[in-house]
């Protein structure tokens, strides 16, 4: 049963526009939400995140959206760089009682120069 | 300061044999969890080590252990290994509980 899930296992964007990638969950009792990025032969670094209080945090380029009534979460990049290709993985975190990360299976971003 | 260390970074094992991972953490971390990633599963959450103690465990078989020591070093061992198990696994460290998660480079196994 997969609780965080990344539907789009790819995307390509052309270097400059907006990348938009989305992720849903199923369990409303989720307390935030990250972003982590990953290049190959690397592990996961942290890019933004959002508490489940929000609707919308910004970092530079980066936006996350949250719409807690379709237990949906995107993160646009404006304006895609080539440097932002990566796999991008999308987690939940409950931090009450037994708590963990759960991730997302990830969407791999191509931004084309 | 340094990052979450792994080691090994590769590895080659045949099947039935045992495998044991380890895991540095950020100096002052003393949460460190666990993951595989395997192509079109994402992540998948084996366990979290808290001052020595599992505090989690994701959906995995017995074969799939782990341990922690005092000075937050982790361990994971996976016994008889199957072809199956091949991935990469990943460590994070974090200062605690449902703080913020450092990912180390992982290590790549392959089974045979």
Redesign the interface.
């Known amino acids: 049963d997969q609780q965080v899930k ?1 539907n789009s ?1 790819s995307l390509s964007v052309q270097e400059g526009r907006i990348s938009i990638l989305n992720c849903d969950y199923t369990n409303s009792m989720f ?1 935030y939400f ?1 972003w ?1 990025k990953k290049y190959p ?6 890019l933004i ?1 959002i508490s489940s209080i929000k609707d919308k945090n910004e970092d530079g380029r980066f936006t996350v959206f949250l719409n807690k009534s379709a237990k949906h979460l995107s993160l646009h990049i404006v304006p895609s760089q080539p440097g932002d290709s990566a796999v991008y ?1 999308c ?1 939940a ?1 409950l ?1 009450s009682g ?9 969407t791999r971003l191509k931004v084309l120069a | 300061k340094a990052g ?1 260390t792994q080691t090994p970074r590769y590895l080659i094992k045949t099947r039935g044999q045992q495998v044991t991972l380890s895991c540095s953490p950020i100096s002052g971390h003393r949460s460190v ?1 666990w ?1 595989q990633q395997t192509p ?6 084996l366990f ?1 080590y808290f001052s020595e103690t599992q ?2 465990k ?1 959906n995995f078989p017995g074969r799939f252990s782990g341990r922690q020591f005092s000075n937050s070093r982790s361990e994971m061992n996976v016994s008889t290994l199957e072809l199956g198990d091949s991935a990469l696994y ?1 460590c ?1 460290s974090s200062e605690g ?2 703080q ?7 290590t790549r196994l392959t089974v045979l």
């Open positions: 990344q296992p307390d990250l982590y032969a690397e592990g996961p670094t942290f995140s993985f987690a975190v931090t037994t708590y963990k990360y759960i991730f997302g299976t990830g | 979450v969890s993951y079109g599963q994402g992540l998948q959450f979290e505090r989690n994701g990943l994070a509980p449902g913020e998660q450092f990912f180390g480079p992982g």
